[in-house]
């Protein structure tokens, strides 16, 4: 019910489709879930670049213009290396409309709370998959950053 109440838009759980009963069900009886500070160690995470001062807020606003700045072939690829269907182009213009400042780190918060409450049900097969994208993504944005400031 977390999961709903936090992204309400969601479409499927678990490859389900979700019913507005449940979305109802779930802003009336679910937790209201917020970014608390959350220690990270460079051991834990396998990155340097993460000290245990950052919370899950502080990253999200941090990689503000970058965290959700995928292009559709960018997010077609992710999806297949999941294991989820491509987006098709029609469904991806809607994703890309821009939102108020706050909305949309609102929105960002949410995903990343959303995220870390789906990675305590994965295996460690699936873990190694989210770890492995989420590598690709840090790489691409340093590639970005760099390429930026030369």
């Known amino acids: 019910m977390t999961v709903l109440k936090t992204l309400p838009n969601l ?25 608390a500070p959350t220690e990270i160690s460079p051991a834990e995470n396998g990155s340097p670049g993460l000290t245990s001062d950052h ?30 269907k491509p987006l098709p182009r029609d469904k991806f213009s809607s994703f890309s409309s821009p939102l108020e400042p706050s909305v949309d780190r609102k929105r960002k918060n949410n995903v990343l709370n959303a995220v870390l409450l789906l990675l ?16 690709n993504r840090i790489h691409q944005l340093q590639r970005k950053t760099f ?4």
């Open 11 to 35: 479409q499927k759980l678990d490859n389900q489709a979700v019913t507005a009963e449940e979305v109802s069900h779930a802003m009336s009886e679910g937790e209201e879930i917020t970014a």
């Open 120 to 135: 305590k049900d994965l295996d460690t097969e699936g873990l190694e998959i989210v770890q492995r994208t989420a590598e």
């Open 55 to 84: 919370t899950c807020g502080e990253v999200s606003i941090e990689s503000e213009n970058d965290s959700l700045n995928f292009s559709m072939e960018e997010t077609n690829k992710i999806r297949e290396q999941l294991g989820m």
């Open 147 to 150: 390429q930026q400031e030369s």
